[in-house]
């Protein structure tokens, strides 16, 4: 493939490359440049040089959500793909090769798929998802209580999110552990991600069937009692895929909450005068950092224009979230605090709109209460600017968040396991799962999760 200077477009072409080091250094300031250069439509080239508009308007990321007739979420109506323009080894391919989930599909069909995924998550008990985060935050906060320092985005907000979901899927206790390593991994990058991917798929069919002979209160047991009787391999890859989506998005929610916190004075002032509760802190993180910059993506079904730009049949759209979050028509200064309010855009919008913000929401706020709580003088333990961020196409994240305090004993909470299996998980299956799990090394910093998300097995 091409190989790009990363510092500039092409000679001639008005799009800006989207990746590449200038792009991951500042995306932000790249597209307050590009909102000044081309409004709320911009050309851009996403890896490859392939070209893309990215949605920068509040409104057009609104109608564009909004309107699956005109943007589709299919990828097949690709244009590029088609014309064959896409190499089989291209980096976007995960986010742009077709496949029968959810978010890969419009109309009736995602009706049906995605309904079942929503009212499977909503029977759960707002409560009883709390009390799981509690107890989970309590364990890895126990991990270091007693040595006065942690590096929160390792030992807190990555494993936090996995550990709860693996509970809410009704994974047994036996499995817990292992399943969380070898999520965790799969969608790293490492190279052991494709045999943890295998293992995950493993430990789903598995579950699965152990579900079928003995139904839990849990999301698995949920879908397969669901009235649209959803196939064993469609559960097993839409579990996969809340496994996913719930991961890196709710970590970036907590490492990035924890930090503004902690730097941010009108956070700390507020919070300890009790003006500011920390769900708004939450709400302003998810308008000014959220989880997930872009969202790709969207391609147009005809001929169309949107914002006066016009749009081709094929052409690949991406949703800005980040960019529409601070668009000067709905926020003139951002620099006022939101106080609640939930206009953002940070779950996107439409029938795609993402379907766990509740449990997202509960994750990172309780299991923040809960560090806040149990180590009340918190600080950052080196500058806030000397903290590291890791940019890709749709993601921005601290790579580190190393923290001190005063050394503290477990707790008597903390140190008790979570009594998942009596509640959710049944029986546990007869067998471990055959495949290997993957523990994986630390790599210097995670891959995106979406483009891991479809990394086949
Ligand atoms: C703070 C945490 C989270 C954020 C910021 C977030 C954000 C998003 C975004 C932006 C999308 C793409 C929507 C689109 O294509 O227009 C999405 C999709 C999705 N998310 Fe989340 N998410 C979070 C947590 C979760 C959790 C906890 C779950 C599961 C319990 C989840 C399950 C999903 C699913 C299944 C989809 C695909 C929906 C569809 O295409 O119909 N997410 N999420």
Request: proline share 9%; glycine share 8%; charged share 25%.
């Amino acid at each position: 493939m091409h190989q790009p200077d990363p510092a500039a477009p092409p000679p001639g072409c008005p799009a800006h490359r989207l990746y590449g080091a200038e792009a991951e250094a500042d995306p932000m300031g790249l597209y307050e440049k590009l909102r000044a250069e081309h409004g709320s439509v911009a050309p851009v080239l996403v890896h490859g040089d392939l070209p893309a508009w990215l949605v920068l308007g509040h409104r057009e990321n609104l109608d564009v959500a909004r309107t699956p007739s005109r943007f589709s979420r299919d990828p097949r109506h690709w244009r590029d793909q088609q014309e064959g323009n896409v190499p089989l080894d291209h980096p976007l391919t995960p986010m742009t090769a077709w496949q029968p989930v959810c978010h890969f599909v419009d109309g009736v069909e995602h009706e049906r798929l995605r309904g079942a995924i929503t009212e499977s998550l909503e029977r759960f008990d707002r409560r009883g998802v709390r009390r799981y985060v509690k107890r989970f935050a309590d364990q890895l906060i126990d991990a270091f209580a007693q040595s006065g320092k942690a590096d929160l985005v390792a030992d807190f907000a990555e494993p936090l999110p996995m550990l709860v979901m693996t509970q809410l899927v009704g994974a047994p206790e036996s499995y817990g552990p292992r399943l969380v390593e070898a999520a965790r991994d799969m969608i790293r990058g490492t190279e052991t991600a494709l045999a943890s991917n295998e293992y995950v798929l493993v430990t789903l069919r598995e579950l699965v069937a152990a579900k079928r002979e003995q139904p839990g209160r849990d999301f698995t047991t949920w879908l397969l009692e669901h009235h649209t009787a959803l196939g064993d391999e469609e559960i097993v890859e839409h579990l996969r895929l809340v496994l996913i989506a719930a991961f890196e998005t709710t970590a970036n929610l907590i490492a990035n909450t924890v930090r503004m916190v902690l730097t941010d004075r009108r956070f700390r002032a507020n919070l300890s005068g009790g003006h500011m509760t920390l769900p708004d802190a939450l709400e302003q993180v998810l308008w000014d950092e959220p989880p997930l910059m872009t969202v790709l993506g969207r391609w147009a079904t005809g001929d169309t224009e949107l914002a006066g730009t016009p749009i081709k049949a094929g052409d690949m759209l991406l949703l800005g979230l980040g960019a529409a979050n601070l668009d000067p028509e709905i926020r003139p200064d951002a620099t006022l605090p939101v106080h609640g309010n939930r206009s953002h855009l940070a779950f996107s919008s439409g029938p795609h709109e993402c379907p766990g913000a509740d449990i997202g929401r509960a994750i990172a706020d309780t299991g923040i209460d809960t560090l806040l709580t149990r180590l009340p003088d918190l600080e950052l333990a080196v500058h806030e600017d000397e903290l590291l961020w890791k940019s890709s196409l749709m993601s921005r994240h601290l790579v580190a968040l190393p923290v001190r305090f005063t050394p503290r004993g477990a707790t008597v909470t903390g140190s008790t396991p979570v009594p998942g299996a009596e509640r959710s998980a049944g029986r546990p299956p007869r067998t471990a799962p055959a495949a290997t799990p993957v523990a994986g090394e630390r790599p210097a910093g995670r891959g995106s999760w979406w483009s891991r998300l479809l990394g086949r097995r």
